[in-house]
């Protein structure tokens, strides 16, 4: 790899092995360490082409989420089945993983820069802009730059667009697919909510189970199926129908997400009254 070697957004490479380097070296405790991440279909990885595949997945941080898929890729990469043990995988990364990310998200402070330099293909949201509801027209430039990273490499996407679990597809990513065809991965998250605050940077509960199913590619009908059917696929896929609700009762989850709401912004719930043994052994249960 030459010294002065550019990616198709125009990142050194050199920089951004770099950078994935030293940040994986930083998160990987937390997934392997403060907390255990369990990877399931993880082979998967290694049997896909250089290029042109797209991974969709549930969201749950900002941040924790992509960061974890680097370790886990990786990892698979290197020959690691279902495990980042030894995070010397890192040593030699795949540089042509992107990930789509919101523009405004990537811009707020030095940290969200520097993960956007790992990887971002930043895009304008057409629905939400700095916190307020909007309806505006998909940027042709942001479709095309996914196209760009689609054909250099592999991209990660979440098609909610939130965090916040049941919400829908956007139909953006379906006609990603029918236009530049790539090979969909869904993959299927779930402990990361509990684990971290919401952009994914601070440590909110340890010793959680953490959990990254990667399931077989989808069939597509690239040039015949519907944008609707591509959509209803992706969401059984990362468990994400409203038919699941009809398994895990939405009262349940509200409850849950409440507690999340609790945890992080109240200081004084962890001086609740529940005894210590108590809360350690319902850490280990969770």
Same mark, same amino acid.
């Given at each position: ?65 992509? /960061? ?116 969909? /991965? ?44 591509i959509i209803e696929k992706i969401e059984y896929a990362i468990e994400q129908h409203p038919t699941f609700l009809k398994v895990i009762p939405e009262s349940e989850i509200k409850a849950h997400e409440s507690l999340n709401e609790q945890r992080r912004y109240s200081s004084d719930y962890k001086a609740e009254k529940t005894p210590k043994n108590k809360d350690k052994k319902n850490q280990k249960e969770s």
């Amino acid at each position: 790899m030459g010294l002065f070697k550019k990616n198709p957004f125009g990142h050194y490479l050199f920089i951004k092995k770099w950078l994935i380097r030293i940040m994986g070296g930083l998160t990987h405790q937390r997934y392997q360490g403060f907390n255990d991440l369990q990877i399931e279909g993880s082979s998967i990885i290694k049997d896909l082409p250089g290029r042109n595949v797209l991974f969709v997945s549930n969201h749950q941080t900002y941040f924790a989420d992509v /960061v974890a898929m680097y370790h886990v890729f990786n990892a698979s990469l290197s020959g690691r089945v279902d495990n980042i043990k030894n995070v010397g995988y890192l040593w030699d990364p795949k540089l042509n993983i992107y990930y789509v990310a919101a523009a405004e998200t990537m811009k707020k402070g030095l940290l969200p820069k520097v993960l956007a330099y790992a990887g971002s293909v930043s895009i304008d949201r057409t629905w939400r802009a700095d916190g307020k509801s909007v309806n505006r027209q998909v940027k042709m430039s942001d479709i095309s730059n996914i196209g760009m990273a689609l054909d250099d490499g592999w991209v990660i996407t979440f098609p909610q667009g939130t965090t916040k679990p049941w919400k829908p597809i956007r139909k953006g990513t379906a006609f990603i697919i029918k236009k530049y065809k790539p090979i969909v /991965v869904p993959i299927v998250i779930d402990g990361f909510r509990r684990s971290f605050d919401k952009k994914g940077i601070r440590i909110k509960k340890r010793n959680i189970l953490q959990s990254m199913v990667i399931k077989e590619p989808l069939e597509i009908d690239y040039e015949n199926e519907e944008i609707e059917s591509i959509i209803e696929k992706i969401e059984y896929a990362i468990e994400q129908h409203p038919t699941f609700l009809k398994v895990i009762p939405e009262s349940e989850i509200k409850a849950h997400e409440s507690l999340n709401e609790q945890r992080r912004y109240s200081s004084d719930y962890k001086a609740e009254k529940t005894p210590k043994n108590k809360d350690k052994k319902n850490q280990k249960e969770s």
